[in-house]
């Protein structure tokens, strides 16, 4: 059966910084260097190494070797972190006196988008 694209709705955005729920990095924190919203995935600072074993080719100037790098994992796996109270929290919105759309800490109502 096949299934229909479900695009998976995330707050996150790059930059933010997060916390990992579950898996082998859980508890480790890092910053997003990518979002990848068609996946509901993000990719974390230092978080979810692959090992990558290359064969050398000369001809495409490919050194051989084990390349280590971020994969990515699911939104639902991280929690953002809160500048202002530095706890895991949830996101809110909320609009600001200027009329700017924010995402809010659940927790302390600090502002996440700076
Ligand atoms: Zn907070």
Redesign the pocket.
Known sequence: MATAATTVRTRLRKNDMVEVLTGKDAGKRGKILKVIPEKGRVIVQGVGFVKKHTKPNPQRNIKGGIAEREAAIHASNVMIL?G??G?R?RIGAKRLADGRKVRV?R??E?VLDK
């Open positions: 809160c202002e109270c706890k929290t800490c927790k302390c600090g």
